[in-house]
Structures are given as C-alpha cells and as structure tokens.
C-alpha cells in the first residue's frame, strides 16, 4: 500500500439553496478543489460520490458538465457516511495503485424534498413507531445523564460551543451564537434534546483530491497532508437485552483500527470533526474516540477541553450542528477542514499548529444494529 | 495485483413480487452464495451491494438481518450498471488484498414503485421533453436501419431468441417463447420498438462470492472461476453534430480494455450476457463489443451467430428482455449465470463447452454524456 496524499480541497458553503441545482452546487466544489490542487481536470482518473437522495449517476452528471467523461466514477450511498466513504475508496484507489489521482465528492440538496425529521422507510416498523434519530439520540442523552449525572447544561454547552466555533466559519449554515439558556429555551424536540440541539436540514457539496506521493511532491507550494488512516465498518448488532446505548462499539472499534493504522493514540489528535447529529452524539463519541473517559463526556465539554484551544478542538469548523449537515456532503466537508486545520488556512477559527486531525462519521438506522456505517479517517501534517 | 475468483454464486427467479420485501429477496441470494461457496457467513470480510432505489443502507440491513454485523459495507449506485459496479469493487478488494472474501449483492425491487418507463429526474430537462430509454434506443433502431438497412424483422428476432433462451431458465421472468409476428405485433412503445422488445419492470436479486487463490484452493470441488478483465467506465462525451448514435464509444472502449486486460479477443468469448434493455441495444452492442463488423448486428442474430449453439452465445439467460432487469440486480446476475455456464451447470440452455463468458451493462441518461456508467467483465474456467 503507498502513501495518500491530499492535493486539493474544495466546499461549498452549506445552507439552504431551494434555487440552487445539486449539481452546480457539486460542481462548484469541485472545481474549487481542482484549482486547490492545481491539477487539470483530465488528471482525475477516478472519482467516488456520496449522496444519499440526489438521483442515480449524479456522479455522471456533474463530471460530464465539467467535459470529464470516460473516467471510472462510483456513486456510493451509506446514508450519513456517504462522504467518508467516498473518501476512503479514493484513498483505497490511489494506495493501492489503482489511480495516481482520485476525487471524492459529497454533495446533497435536502431543503426542497425534507422538512424536519428525515422520515424512515416505508417497511422500517421500529422508524413508524418512532424510532427515528432525534428519539435515539434522546434515549441516548436520557440514558448518560441517568448513568453518570451528565446535565442539561451540559449538553446544551456542545451547541454552544459549536455555534461559536460556527461564527468564525464564513462556509457554516449557522454563523450565530447561542447561549446555554436559548438553547435549553429552543423548542423541544425528544426529551432532553431541543431544536438548537439537533442538526439542521441543508445543501452542499465539498470535494478532495487525493493524489499519490510522486503526484504531490510535483505540485509546487502543496503542504504535504497524508492520509494516515482510513476505516470503514457497518454497526455492530444491536442486542436489548444487555445493550449500553451510551457506547458506540462500532465507533470504539473504528477508532482503534484508525489509531493503530496511524500508530497514534488518541492523545496525538490535535482536532476532530465528529459526528455531532445531536449534542448527544458530540458528548459520547468524545469518549468512543478515546479523548475522555467513559461518563466524562459532560465534563469534557464543560471544562474547554473540546474548545479550539482546548487538548482537542472538536467540530472547530462548527460541526453538523452549527456548520450544516447535508447528509452526503459531510464526510467529505469533514476531510476540508481538517485539511484547512493542518495547513494553517482555518481563519479565525485555526487551532495552534495542529498536525494530527481526525473525521468521524455514523450513517443510517438498521433494525438489529446499532448503526448502518462509521467511518473514520487521520490525516497528518508531513512537514 | 492477485488474481481473482468466483466461489460462490446464488440468485432469487425474477419476477413482480409485490408481497416479499426486497430485503428478503436479498438475503436469499445471498444466502444461495454462501452455501454455493461453503464458506460461513464470517468469512466475508468487505460487501457491496448494487442498487438504485433500495433506501440508504440497504446492504446493512440485509447482512444484520444474517448477523453479519462490523464488516466494511458499500452501497454503490451506478444506475442500471450498479450491480457490475459492485461485482467489480468486490474484484478489486480481493485483487488488491484488501480482503481474501468479499461479497457483491445487486438487488432492487422495482413492482411497486415504478410503471411502464422509469420517470426522469424532476430537472432532467431533456427527459421531460421525451429522451427517456425507449425513445433513445427507437432513435439508435431507426438510424441503424436507415444506415445499415437494418430490418424491423432483426430488431424482433433478438426478442424472439432471447424470449426463446428465457423459456430454458427457470429463473427468468419470462418463460414464454414469442414468435418474430406476436413481437412486430405487440402495442408500440416507440417506433420501431414494440413492448415485447422492451425489458419489463420486476424485482430480484443476485450475490456472487469473490475469493483469493488461496481460499478458492482450499475449497474441495470449487471449479475454478477467475475473473479476466474488469472495467467501469462513465460515458463519452455527446457531441449531437457528429455523434452516431448507433455506435457506444464506451462500450467498444471498456471492451477493448476488457480484452486487452484478458488478453484475449471477441472471437475468445464463448458466452455474453448484455445489455439488452431493447432489441436495439443487443444488436448495435454485437458490434460495439466486437462480434460482428458494424453494421452486421441484423445479419448476426439472423444467422443465428448469436444462439446458444452459434459461434457467441448472447444472453443465453433470456438477458433483461426475458429472465428480466430489476436495475441493481442485473450485474450480478449476468455473472451468475456466465459462472453456472462455465461450471456446465446450465440445464437446458447450457452453451457446449463454454470456457470465457463476458458480461456487460450500460447504466443511466446524463445528459452531454452517451450514457452513466458501463461496466464490462470477463470471466474464464481454468480447469
């Protein structure tokens, strides 16, 4: 397996762009991320898309507006985790010497197809009786703060943080920051989650161009930025009887791959972009991924560990609660702002010399598991 | 790169199955590969699963659903060619050694949801003013017969063969023979294609299990399949001033790969399943994949060097006009039945000796582009 490198990163702002084309929106990420690179179009040898709702051969389409055609494109669709595993198999592609030059692209416009929550599957009986996202994440805050004292307050300082972090992101949905009693004050959505705790509904797109270690010494002025990890598995079965809802086993277990694919622990993580659908989700997968122990998640954030200049900024870029969450595009936004973080191009919100950064996504609801998918990438500063 | 096989193949009958979810359907092809291949479920490290309208995360609810849970899963959609999509990542991980087992799923139930033609996207411009399939492959008919002098007699002969071949298949969702009069005869979908040259809407799925040499040879009496040649390519660019439309450029170009990977040529392969969504398709494509000369493709079925005992079994299967094309699902089972074919485990419609097989699938309407996606595979017997 060779080197990856990342060569450009492209995005979009995330919002909602009801008279904006899905496709303009991907284009435009792309050809942000091409001219980042300073690669031509026709170096793209092969390119995956994530998207979840945005037609079949979306791909197809928004390469051949771009006169890229004839080139191996793969749609991919692990809901939430669309993008990372995009990104994965364009990392795959070039380690494993399939392409010295791949693309992974995220993209997805929600705000004309859904209002509120996303709507389960027609045959999906445990989403009819209302076993959608916001009531899981609920349980799961429910469940924390029964088992370790966690606090609203608590809780609430995860939406804090991030729309403050949001405010020093021109490309984030939400650009405002909220105090602890707004969002205790928001509408309630599930028991104890509120409306300024859940993610938003959006559009965006964001791409990144992955590129072999002889690909990226030839471009002039690139900061080398490698892919020191990259991980990808489906949820692990869901068993009631005996099931922590607080603990993401498949999280767990994909940190630790990532961790030992890197040869790095959690400690060397200077940021983190998780997947923080609900405050909740922030809360335990700060301690899944290792930064915190197991209950202390609540304190973690309370005490500024989680901030920007805190031991590891997480959701610096203002994470899916503040910066957006167009299913899709996510996985791969993610990888954007790491990207900006390492190479010291984050604006007001640049954690100090960060080095090691980590993305995390979780896709979909699957009766028997936990969850449909996580992935989990390191990038690393080489120089 | 190492090489590649096939030790494992399972696939539900075709059909309008309005009361099974498609789920159960997958699970049941998947379950046939496994005990094909004698492996335990465990064994499969990576799966990707093919399909257009299945729900986001369909191959983790099928796989949870047999308590394959914590395995890397991939949904990849590529239209009509997802399941070829699937077939060829499930190669690559095994030919890259990023697995020793991976699983390829295409599924997609389509009784339900969709009638007569699949409708264009809400923004497919072109779509809505009419180019949707039946009327691109009527304009691909009526240029090759004022080119060629192509006959309305040939267009039908390939439905007559293919329908002929379906009635040998008891998996195929026609098992009806037709003659060139009830072809010509039946209501007219777009001049010239009649319905019965028209693939119909249904719903099954198909699994194939990919293995390394090593595990293949630890399988006591597995008849060595390797796969030969595996391409994906997204379409050429459409340029309308000069472009035959009765010539694929993808096709002729991911075949000439195909070959070249392979090193062999047309006149190797024994059996071809393809793309056959019309008559059309399956005439013009004997040419593109090198069968014939252009312009032959009339004369080729008509002389029957496209039967089961003709110089290149084409859709042997009944291909999508008789054993059906549930979308997602028709890669996959073109390999299981280029596979059952080279094992000599094809009944009645078995091709004498067969040693090489070729499949091939074209997938969706992009506009600027000839078409999405078209994925081509070879696959030889090696003992």
Request: net charge neutral.
């Amino acid at each position: 397996m060779r080197n990856v490198f990342v060569i450009g990163v492209g995005m979009t702002k995330f919002g909602k762009f009801p008279e904006m084309r899905i496709d303009d929106l991907a284009r435009s990420a792309v050809m942000d991320a091409l001219k980042d690179s300073g690669l031509a179009p026709k170096k793209i040898q092969v390119a995956y898309f994530g998207h979840t709702r945005q037609g079949t051969c979306a791909g197809q389409r928004v390469l051949a507006d771009l006169g890229m055609t004839g080139v191996e494109i793969l749609n991919v669709d692990n809901a939430c985790a669309s993008g990372s595993s995009a990104l994965r198999y364009a990392t795959l592609a070039v380690s494993y010497g399939m392409a010295e030059v791949a693309l992974a692209v995220g993209m997805e416009k929600l705000s004309t197809t859904i209002k509120g929550v996303i709507p389960p599957r027609e045959d999906d009986l445990e989403g009819a009786m209302g076993r959608v996202m916001p009531s899981v994440f609920a349980m799961i805050a429910q469940q924390h703060m029964h088992r370790y004292g966690t606090t609203a307050r608590q809780l609430a300082l995860v939406s804090v943080k991030n729309h403050a972090n949001g405010t020093l992101n021109p490309r984030a949905q939400y650009q405002k920051g909220v105090t602890v009693d707004e969002v205790l004050n928001s509408r309630m959505i599930c028991d104890p989650l509120t409306l300024l705790q859940c993610t938003p509904i959006g559009d965006g797109a964001a791409a990144v161009i992955l590129a072999s270690e002889d690909v990226m010494k030839r471009l002039s002025g690139s900061v080398p930025i490698r892919v020191a990890a990259s991980v990808l598995l489906s949820g692990e079965a869901r068993i009631e009887a005996d099931w922590d809802i607080t603990v993401s086993k498949v999280t767990t277990h994909a940190a630790n791959m990532a961790y030992n694919q890197a040869g790095m622990e959690p400690k060397d993580i200077d940021v983190c972009e998780l997947h923080d659908c609900f405050t909740a989700a922030e809360l335990v997968h700060t301690e899944n991924m290792g930064f915190c122990a197991r209950g202390e998640g609540g304190r973690f954030v309370e005490e500024g560990h989680s901030s920007i200049t805190g031991r590891v900024a997480v959701n610096p870029s203002g994470g899916l609660l503040a910066k957006g969450h167009p299913l899709g595009a996510t996985g791969v936004a993610q990888a954007c702002e790491i990207v900006w973080q390492l190479r010291g191009q984050a604006g007001k919100r640049q954690v100090t010399d960060a080095r090691v950064g980590m993305a995390h996504t979780m896709g979909g609801a699957v009766s028997g598991a936990e969850t449909g998918a996580c992935a989990i990438h390191i990038l690393a500063r080489e120089a």
